[in-house]
């Protein structure tokens, strides 16, 4: 199994400043993703990140607004850029070794007042 | 396009009680199949992974199975006790794609 740690595990941010969340994974891996759950629905996912390229961002999502980074296989970042209201979400990372079980961060609880 | 459908959408019942939760999908080329569990706003616990090439999995209370060729899946949680409240989200995995989820089965066990 991996075990990925996330943080912050929760913020409370004024709108139009920038939030940047963490995930380190215990392990190298080759993909992580980012996903977001706004309040009442499920997961969807914002964008891939493969280490040594740039992310692959999902229809609705812009680099300009959650760029990533993905410096090394065991690290990566999410920047909520920006912030309004709209972008209080949780947010998670996961990573799923290649097809096999996949694994999560313990989610970031943003909140944008 | 892949789409998972998960029912019910909410389900309340009392402790000791036998439930299924069920799953379905559109596309039956799925490499795997997972339950997840979720606690209000925090991260997802894997609870149970089927490969494209099993029928059923088994862990503690929590009995999952896959018919591939019908698009469904199944969570069986049996003798439900207050700690299995929680939100149960079911994710499959393609070829290409990160997971796709359905939007979860909201579980409330009273004691």
């Known amino acids: 199994s991996a075990v990925i740690s996330q943080k912050p595990s929760r913020d409370i941010c004024q709108r139009g400043t920038s939030l940047t969340i963490q995930c380190q994974v215990d392990?190298?891996?080759?993909?992580m993703f980012w996903y977001r759950q706004q309040p009442g629905q499920s997961l969807t996912l914002i964008a891939t990140?493969?280490?040594?390229?740039?992310?692959?961002?999902e229809s609705g999502f812009v680099i300009d607004k959650f760029p990533i980074s993905r410096p090394n296989l065991t690290f990566s970042t999410l920047t909520v850029s920006n912030m309004s209201p709209e972008d209080s979400s949780i947010y998670l990372c996961?990573?799923?070794?290649?097809?096999?079980?996949?694994?999560f961060g313990q989610g970031t609880r943003l909140t944008v007042v | 396009k892949q789409e998972v459908t998960q029912i019910p959408a909410a389900l309340s019942v009392p402790e000791g009680e036998n439930l299924v939760l069920n799953c379905s999908f559109t596309?039956?080329?799925?490499?795997?199949l997972q339950w997840f569990r979720q606690d209000p706003g925090k991260g997802l616990t894997s609870l149970l992974l089927?490969?494209?090439?099993?029928r059923e999995q088994t862990s503690g209370r929590l009995n999952a199975s896959l018919d591939k060729s019908s698009g469904r899946s199944t969570l069986y949680i049996a003798a439900s006790q207050p700690g299995d409240s929680a939100t149960y989200l079911c994710?499959?995995?393609?070829?290409?794609?990160?997971?796709?989820f359905g939007k979860g089965t909201t579980l409330s066990v009273s004691s």
């Open positions: 996961s990573t799923d070794r290649g097809h096999s079980e996949a694994f």
């Open positions: 392990s190298q891996v080759t993909m």
């Open positions: 990140a493969n280490q040594g390229s740039e992310a692959t961002y």
């Open positions: 596309d039956s080329a799925i490499y795997n």
């Open positions: 089927i490969q494209s090439s099993q």
């Open positions: 994710a499959v995995n393609q070829a290409g794609t990160a997971l796709i």
